[in-house]
Every structure is written in structure tokens, then in C-alpha cells.
T-cell receptor
Framework: EAQVTQNPRYLITVTGKKLTVTCSQN?????MSWYRQDPGLGLRQIYY???????DKGDVPEGYKVSRKEKRNFPLILESPSPNQTSLYFC?????????FGPGTRLTVT | AQSVTQLGSHVSVSEGALVLLRCNYS??????LFWYVQYPNQGLQLLLK??????LVKGINGFEAEFKKSETSFHLTKPSAHMSDAAEYFC???????????FGAGTTVTVRA
């Protein structure tokens, strides 16, 4: 079954404490991306990756890092989280005509 | 980059009434078009998509959308609302040969009994 998994699903943390949200796909897709969802703003792309070791900024990359060491994994790293990064995060794995979204990670930074 | 506008952040309909959610995009070149639904505390589910071919697209749960190139629109409709349709709906577009999705701000649908 085609699947994108994210962990953790829920996370409450404090300002400045580094965290990583993992994302994994089983479809051998080259393109993966991260989005954040905020009320009234829809989903906005944070970072994307066209292939292993190839990553680039999306529309709202400030405060985030990513890595793509393996094709299946695309972790999102917040090295010093701040309250304005409280949001719902989605990982996606895509072809040109189809996107597969993970279940989402709800992050609260206090 | 694509710009997507969803008219109306909240829509309230009576059960059994027509649901109409509006979506306009900015590109002059017809893109790929998508509608997603998000039920409370859940992830995104694809309702329907247009890539090529017939401009009237049928999706799941009785929804359909029509691509109108001249109006740069992709409005979503359902003839008869059900209580289970209460959710947030997102229109999204991607340019041809581009993986990136640009989303609208979303429309929350409330269904009145």
C-alpha cells in the first residue's frame, strides 16, 4: 500500500529545544516536500527535495532545515523552535500528477 | 508561481442544499487542479483532480468540479449536502511539469440540520 508516514503525530515542546519530525515514503518517489498549515493561510511549502542530496527552499523556509540522505526519508528539523512555528505539518511524496500526504504532525511550541 | 483564491472562508448550507465552493487560479496556462477535504482533526484527502481530458470531473462522496479555462476557475459542487460534508476544503494547483502544489486558504463548510 502506498504510504507516507510521519512521526511524531503530536508534539509539545519548548522554545529553543531542537526537534526532528520524520517522514518516510514507500513509493520510490524522487520528489518530497514539507508543508505547514495555518488557519486562513492554507498550506504553504517549507522545503522540497527533487532527489537524494538535492533540497531547496519553498515559500516559508525560515527556521527550518531538511536533509535527504536516502530516497525514502525526508526529515524536517527545527533547530531552535519558536512559538510562531506552532502549526500542523504535512509531508508529501509526489509524482507530477499525484501527491501523497502524510497524516500530519501537530506541533505546539510554548 | 501560482496564486489560488478561494472565495469565502466559511460557507453554511442546509442539509440537502447545493454546496458550491469557488476556486480561481492565476495561471494563463491551464494547470493541474485539485480539491482536497480535511475532516476535523484529520489529514488531507483528495476529492478529485483535473489533469487532462474532460473538464467536468467527478470525485468521491458525490462531489464534482468543472474546469473553465476562460474563467480560470475550478469550482466544486455537490447537489445535496449531507451532515458528513462538514469539513474544510482546499483548492490546489500545480503548473505542468512542476511538482509543487499551491493551495488556497481553505473554505470551512458547515451543514445545518
Amino acid at each position: 500500500e502506498a504510504q507516507v508516514t510521519q512521526n511524531p503525530r503530536y508534539l509539545i515542546t519548548v522554545t529553543g529545544k531542537k526537534l526532528t519530525v520524520t517522514c518516510s515514503q514507500n513509493m520510490n518517489h524522487e520528489y518530497m516536500s514539507w508543508y505547514r498549515q495555518d488557519p486562513g493561510l492554507g498550506l504553504r511549502q517549507i522545503y522540497y527535495s527533487m532527489n537524494v542530496e538535492v533540497t531547496d527552499k519553498g515559500d516559508v523556509p525560515e527556521g527550518y532545515k531538511v536533509s535527504r540522505k536516502e530516497k525514502r526519508n525526508f526529515p524536517l528539523i527545527l533547530e531552535s523552535p519558536s512559538p510562531n512555528q506552532t502549526s500542523l505539518y504535512f509531508c508529501a511524496s509526489s509524482t507530477l500528477k499525484e501527491q501523497y500526504f502524510g497524516p500530519g504532525t501537530r506541533l505546539t511550541v510554548t | 508561481a501560482q496564486s489560488v483564491t478561494q472565495l469565502g472562508s466559511h460557507v453554511s448550507v442546509s442539509e440537502g442544499a447545493l454546496v458550491l465552493l469557488r476556486c480561481n487560479y492565476s495561471s494563463s496556462v491551464p494547470p493541474y487542479l485539485f480539491w482536497y477535504v480535511q475532516y476535523p482533526n484529520q489529514g488531507l484527502q483528495l476529492l478529485l483532480k483535473y489533469t487532462t481530458g474532460a473538464t467536468l470531473v467527478k470525485g468521491i462522496n458525490g462531489f464534482e468540479a468543472e474546469f473553465k479555462k476562460s474563467e480560470t476557475s475550478f469550482h466544486l459542487t455537490k447537489p445535496s449536502a449531507h451532515m458528513s460534508d462538514a469539513a474544510e476544503y482546499f483548492c490546489a494547483v500545480s503548473d505542468l511539469n512542476d511538482y509543487k502544489l499551491s493551495f488556497g486558504a481553505g473554505t470551512t463548510v458547515t451543514v445545518r440540520a
